[in-house]
């Protein structure tokens, strides 16, 4: 005690710093919190990364020379599931999808004509509804001079062939494809890297 202006006694106050198994307690707590919250992030990350993988986008490796010059051999691709939850295919589209065949089996190919179009190709030039489909990107070498149908794409089915023209088994072989079996779209072909592009 020590008297005050006043001459009356004030109580003395003394601050006493915590012990070493104090701060050493306060800090393994701090860690173990810090560390909860990096095991939920990660956790959390696993989970979205999982659901984006299984039910978003899937990585794919072309086999084959179908859809050349567009896409190459061993081209690693990303492909987006989602793109057809909420809407259809459309013509031009690239696509990967179940072998109808085969279903264990998949392919990608473009959309050539959706439901209700009219298909026929004539000396190799393909038509849609009477209009001659843009496939300026298929090189001469890659087309071939077959004639196919009509062909009327009904409901809920589509028509697909590959970029390669006579090197594709494709639509004019095994028919259409219905919606159900295309398991999305191509957005991506990231490897080669020198390569890569959005489509």
Do not use: C
């Not at 701060?23 to 939920?40: G, S, V």
């Not at 299984?54 to 989602?82: C, H, W, Y």
């Not at 264990?104 to 038509?127: T, W």
């Amino acid at each position: 005690m020590e008297p005050d202006a006043g001459g009356g006694v004030v109580p003395l106050r003394l601050d006493v710093e915590d012990g070493p198994a104090d701060a050493l307690a306060r800090r393994l707590h701090i860690w173990k919190e810090e560390l909860l919250a990096w095991f939920k992030t990660l956790f959390s990350a696993a989970v979205y990364a999982t659901l984006i993988v299984t039910f978003g986008f899937q990585v794919a490796r072309v086999e084959g020379q179908s859809m050349a010059p567009t896409l190459a051999d061993q081209d690693r691709l990303i492909v987006n599931k989602f793109a057809y939850r909420m809407g259809a295919p459309r013509r031009g589209d690239i696509v990967m999808l179940y072998y109808p065949i085969n279903p264990d089996k998949s392919f990608v190919k473009r959309v050539i004509a959706e439901e209700g179009d009219e298909v026929r190709i004539v000396d190799g030039r393909v038509y849609v509804n009477d209009v001659p489909v843009r496939d300026d990107f298929v090189p001469p070498e890659y087309r071939d001079h077959d004639d196919f149908g009509p062909k009327h794409i009904q409901e809920g089915y589509y028509f697909v062939m590959g970029d390669h023209r006579n090197n594709s088994s494709d639509s004019r072989h095994w028919g259409e494809v219905p919606k159900k079996y295309i398991i999305g779209r191509v957005q991506l072909r990231w490897w080669p890297i020198p390569n890569a592009r959005v489509f």
